[in-house]
């Protein structure tokens, strides 16, 4: 006998087909965000007073007129997702303006706040969207490359030492998301480096992390270790000093060491390695020593589903590089492995959380 199948009304399936169709569609939404950011359009209507016209908005980014039909169904995307606002002006024909949303303010050049489109840019370019497509044959494949590397032939740090361009844009990158997040860290649990007389941001890069923990606690000896590729094309800040080295062979003794978003490109094994040595480079914790991390944390931070939906997405995206976004019972694991007593998780960073870890 047959079995019987479950019969759906029509609503039913036409939802379950458009389900389908807007998870396919997703990547469009991500281009025209990309393609937004590219042709400068959140910086040209937040520098000509924050709302523009179609028209306007097509002449100043230097369109040809018959792209403006374009611009207007490029526009209703962003608008839809709410990246964009719409509203009428006073004209007799009724015509639109474009205005920002706090979104879109924040891919806004303006030296009072922090700018998020190089993080972006890094997360939507060709050399890490492009392995994607892939992914099918990679699952196949019974080699251990990382996606990336299956693409490109490199890893990301092979490509960032080669490629001067590339390395620029994850030092961008990262400066964009320290300058963003550390100015909230600061403010939200400025607590966990109270009474540090020195700190190592190791893998800081360009130190970004390092010069706004060194401006808020003037006292602390701020330092940044990094490898010598980085250092060498460092900004001089006062108050920042850069170590050229190597986090896998040894890192400099400190009280208190900082990692903010390196401990996700890592595996399991090579993590215990960067925390075996930072506990030889602290002092014990009655002395004050501990290690703060700057990472996520799946399953903590506000209990919503563009949280959990945005973590698993990056874990997803981290795999790339054949990094991981890991789970509370997961991070425990290797800080106990790497001889570590005790943690605290602070979620206060959206997607990400403040640990602080203990000898």
């Known amino acids: 006998m047959a079995p ?22 997703g990547f469009v939404k991500s281009m025209a965000l990309k393609c937004a950011m590219e042709l400068q359009i959140p910086n040209t209507i937040q520098h000509h007073g924050g709302s523009m016209t179609p028209s306007e908005l097509a002449a100043k980014i230097g369109l040809h007129p018959s792209k403006l039909p374009r611009l207007r169904r490029l526009m209703r995307v962003l608008i839809v997702s709410d990246i964009f606002v719409v509203h009428e002006v006073a004209s007799p024909n009724k015509e639109v303006a474009y205005g920002l949303t706090p979104t879109t303010r924040l891919l806004a050049i303006d030296e009072v706040r922090s700018n998020l489109s190089p993080i972006l840019s890094l997360i939507l370019d060709s050399t890490v969207t492009a392995p994607f497509s892939g992914m099918h044959s990679w699952f196949l494949d019974e080699h251990s490359t990382s996606l990336f590397e299956k693409a490109h032939g490199l890893n990301v740090w092979e490509m960032a030492a080669q490629n001067s361009t590339y390395n620029q844009l994850i030092n961008d990158a990262m400066v964009s998301d320290s300058n963003f997040l550390m100015d909230i860290i600061l403010r939200e649990c400025s607590g966990v480096f109270l009474g540090i007389k020195s700190l190592i941001d190791v893998a800081g890069g360009h130190g970004g992390s390092a010069k706004a923990i060194a401006k808020a606690f003037p006292q602390m000896k701020c330092s940044v270790l990094d490898l010598p590729h980085v250092v060498e094309e460092a900004p001089t800040f006062d108050h920042v000093s850069f170590i050229s080295g190597d986090m896998f062979k040894y890192i400099p003794p400190a009280d208190a060491l900082f990692l903010k978003w390196v401990f996700h490109d890592w595996g399991d094994e090579d993590c215990v390695k960067i925390l075996k040595n930072c506990k030889e480079a602290i002092p014990s914790r009655e002395a004050g020593g501990k290690v703060i991390i700057i990472d996520m944390v799946v399953g903590s931070g506000p209990d919503e589903i563009i949280t959990r939906e945005t973590q698993v997405l990056f874990d997803l995206f981290i795999m790339c590089f054949e990094g991981i976004e890991r789970e509370e019972h997961e991070w425990k694991r290797i800080f106990m492995e790497a001889g570590f007593s005790n943690y605290k998780i602070i979620s206060v960073l959206g997607v990400r959380s403040v640990i602080e870890l203990y000898p």
């Not at 009304?9 to 998870?23: I, K, M, T, Y």
């Open 4 to 25: 019987t199948q479950e019969k759906h009304s029509s609503e039913e399936l036409l939802r379950a087909q458009v389900d389908l169709w807007h998870h396919a569609l």
